[in-house]
Antibody, heavy 119, light 109 residues
């Protein structure tokens, strides 16, 4: 059974850096073709893809946010970390991590974590 | 800029009716990389369809995907009460960038 769970702060101040951790089980991020991505959803709005890291450490970012995002993995700990710098109230959203078994879609999702940006 | 447009924004139907949801790409895309998700309030999205027409594990056969080029369709043959939700299409495109559509809400008429 594949599970993912996001963790991190629920409240951050403007200009601060957000660090989110995705702990997963049921698959290995060292398996060829596998990736873990981050997707966010502002309240009442659509899904917005942020970043993806592949089994071979290849990383992809949303172009408009690339300068603010960093994604890393620790295969031995089964975790993926996303950092986003210079947080702004418009970054308030539920942040999801998700498992991509074949690089083209997300078959398994975490429950999401709501991050509010406010002073 | 690559964009996915979904229509209609909201679809009001009754249980038992057929739902037809559209996803249109701003340029021709490979159907291999087109997926559909269902999201219910307060829940994470769930993968329904990948490769434009392949059902994900555990997805009932009343859900079907089709299309090619720029026009793709998600069809729910007979709506069950649990199918009222928001549906997103998603494309995995050039440079391994993912794009989601704005969603179609299917609500009860």
């Amino acid at each position: 059974q594949i599970t993912l769970k996001e963790s991190g702060p629920t409240l951050v101040k403007p200009t601060q850096t957000l660090t989110l951790t995705c702990m997963f089980s049921g698959f290995s991020l060292s398996t060829s073709g596998v990736g873990v991505g981050w997707i966010r959803q502002p309240p009442g709005k659509a899904l917005e893809w942020l970043a993806l890291i592949y089994w071979d450490d290849d990383k992809r970012y949303r172009p408009s946010l690339k300068s603010r995002l960093t994604i890393t993995k620790d295969t031995s700990k089964n975790q993926v970390v996303l950092t986003m710098t210079n947080m702004d109230p418009v970054d308030t959203a539920t942040y999801y991590c998700a498992h991509s078994p074949s690089s083209s879609s997300y078959a398994n999702w975490g429950q999401g974590t709501l991050v509010t940006v406010s002073s | 800029e690559f964009v996915l447009a979904q229509s209609p924004g909201t679809l009001s139907l009754s249980p038992g009716e057929r739902a037809t949801l559209s996803c249109r790409a701003s340029q021709s895309i490979s159907s291999d990389y087109l997926a559909w998700y269902q999201q219910k309030p307060g829940q994470a999205p769930r993968l329904l369809i990948y490769g434009a027409s392949s059902r994900a594990i555990g997805i009932p056969d009343r859900f079907g995907g089709s299309g090619s080029g720029t026009d793709f369709t998600l069809t729910i043959s007979r709506l069950e009460p649990e199918d009222f939700a928001v549906y997103y299409c998603q494309y995995y495109g050039t440079s391994a960038i993912f794009t989601f559509g704005p969603g179609t809400k299917v609500d009860i008429k």
